[in-house]
């Protein structure tokens, strides 16, 4: 945020922090243009025009210090460390023959192998766990129907809600979508599919205080495996 500020404000920024209650908030103001108000509502969905190739591009340029990555994908020049599970589901489009289907209780798993499916990018940590998945349940995931690969979860939403397919995708980043009615959400099997959510640095590179304090909380609060 800081480096934001510094590269799209006029010179002015403020930097503050403080503690309310339970928890810590961190606040940088500047004199920039600021967000158009369309974008607004996209601000703080999660994963939206991010994937881990790309968070772990801008951490090699040093464009970004510290980020939040869905796939461990390169250990010998990064730190990582666990800090939450997100689930993966399946959606489809709020439609027959899917509304009937989730009412009879088929499986996400079933929809996956019978479907039109779209996919992520190869990089993306959300298509690395589910093929991570499908070798564990014993299926190629050459054998999927699949008629797209899509970078971006937004557009994947959007190509789902058109009938192109279904898709995989974080429980978190489709919750608007769920509320609205504008999706269904298939479980991908009892149990429940998780990728795990990693903070992440490069290694060797020293975080500054700020930095430190900020990672020092997050992983203070990090789920339990």
Known sequence: MVVN???????WIKVSSGTEL???WFQVEDDGPGIKPEQRKHLFQPFVRGDSARIHSLMLESRVHLGFVG?????RRFVYHP???DRLVLIAPNREPYATLRRQGVSGLTLLTQQPLIRREPASGTRQSLEDYLRRSGIAADCLHSVAEIDTPE?????VQRGLGVAVISALAVQEELAAGKLL???LDRSGVFRRIYLAWPAGCPLTAAERRFADYVLSHAEGE
Request: glycine share 8%.
């Open 155 to 159: 557009d994947v939403k959007a190509a």
């Open 83 to 85: 800090i939450a599970n």
């Open 71 to 75: 796939a461990a994908m390169d250990p």
């Open 5 to 11: 500020a510094a590269r799209y404000g006029n010179g």
């Open 22 to 24: 339970n928890r810590a």
């Open 185 to 187: 959400s298939f479980d």
